[in-house]
């Protein structure tokens, strides 16, 4: 671990119990974010992202829970287990109880920022009410102090006339004003991590650009620790200092995003980068990725991504990839889970044909429509 990781999260599952099955949105995912910087969380939609970041907050509600794994913030295990002689795990005694995670955690030491702010606004109090209400729960600070910090937080993320909107109702700011309202209510508790779940998605790009640069300053005057959650690369290139490329539930790729960029190593993540514009491409370059992701109850076996790579091989389809270091230098820390990089047979296994969108590579070789032919019906009576 480095000596600057506030937050360390290893080995983490968390899964959701339906009627349909057992949901495994989390299956083992580790990372971790240092002192200061900007750690991007980056994949499709329904890839486990937010599940993840709602789990660091323990904010996982039934039918979900968190079955194994450890998340521990600067000296305090937010989730541990023990194993017992039988194997099953039981939570460590000196995991931080529910109210300690309320009183402790949540707020002040680790904020979060949703997508939709009239989800976290309640929308028959002003704006100001709820800063100052919030300010006063959470800071040492009552009355007209909670107020001026209010203001004064206000005007930090960029709201013109911060005294006469202070007593606006949320639905009479714009929706990047209204970003900028979460963004200051988080920021006025002082966090010293701030999870932001794709809180630009809704904007428009212009006003998005605006955020980021605001969350860029923030973090450097603050040196506050962000973890940031998008499905845009363009969103990572700008901000982040390193990433973590989800898929189905997993980690793929991590590490700085230079190296995730030029030195793409999973074919995921180039998927990715192929399916977002980049100010070094124009548009008819972009790639849509081909297929949906698989369900996350009944995940492929062996690399989880088999079923849309276009590298994949007969062996990707058995082979459960492991995480492997792929750094060029001893301190870059660059991580992927693809078996090109594990040496476990990939190059000695034939390609996997994979026909246009649908996926046949389950079906019997010559059962592929592409290979059934005249000589195969001859036999049939
Ligand atoms: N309450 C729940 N009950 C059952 N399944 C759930 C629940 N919440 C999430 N899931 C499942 O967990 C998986 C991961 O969901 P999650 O919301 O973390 O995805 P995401 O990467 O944040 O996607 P998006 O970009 O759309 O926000 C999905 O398969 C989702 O259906
Ligand atoms: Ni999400």
Not at 17 to 32: K, L, M, N, P, W
Request: contains cysteine; negative net charge.
């Amino acid at each position: 671990m480095n000596q600057n990781t506030i937050l360390s999260v290893d080995g983490l599952r968390t899964h959701f119990y339906t009627e349909q099955g057992v949901v495994r949105a989390v299956d083992d995912i580790s990372f971790d974010v240092r002192q200061g910087e900007i750690v991007g969380i980056v994949g499709e939609s329904g890839a486990g992202k937010s599940v993840a970041t709602t789990s660091i907050l323990r904010l996982i509600e039934e039918p979900g829970e968190i079955v194994a794994g450890e998340i521990t913030y600067q000296d305090t295990t937010i989730v541990g287990f023990d194993e017992r002689s039988d194997g099953t795990l039981v939570p460590k005694d000196e995991m931080l109880t529910n109210r300690q995670m309320r009183s402790q955690v949540r707020g002040n030491e680790i904020a979060i920022i949703f997508q939709d702010p009239m989800e976290s606004l309640n929308p028959v109090y002003t704006v100001g009410n709820q800063l100052q209400e919030f300010i006063e729960l959470n800071r040492d600070l009552s009355g007209s102090a909670a107020k001026k910090e209010g203001i004064d937080v206000l005007r930090e993320v960029g709201i013109p006339e911060p005294e006469a909107r202070f007593g606006d109702y949320p639905h009479e700011f714009s929706g990047g004003m209204r970003q900028r309202v979460l963004i200051a209510m988080a920021l006025a508790c002082r966090p010293n991590l701030i999870i932001a779940d794709e809180p630009t998605t809704a904007l428009d790009v212009t006003v998005e650009g605006q955020i980021l640069n605001l969350v860029s300053d923030l973090q450097e005057e603050y040196g506050t620790s962000f973890i940031w959650v998008t499905h845009d690369m363009g969103v990572v290139a700008e901000i982040c200092d390193r990433v973590n490329v989800m898929y189905l539930g997993k980690i793929v790729e991590q590490g700085p995003v230079d190296e995730i960029f030029y030195d793409t190593k999973h074919p995921y993540t180039k998927a990715l980068l192929e399916s977002v514009p980049r100010p070094d491409r124009t548009v008819d370059e972009l790639n849509p990725i081909v297929g949906t992701m698989p369900s996350a109850i009944d995940p492929p076996r062996g690399c989880r991504f088999h079923t849309r790579c276009p590298d994949a091989r007969e062996a990707c389809r058995e082979v459960d990839p492991q995480f492997v270091d792929v750094s060029e230098t001893p301190d870059t820390e660059h991580r992927t889970a693809c078996i090109k990089y594990d040496d476990v047979g990939y190059w000695d296994s034939v390609p996997l044909e994979h026909a246009s969108e649908q996926d046949t590579s389950y079906i019997d070789e010559d059962q592929r429509p592409e290979n059934r032919d005249l000589e195969q019906t001859e036999g049939e009576p």
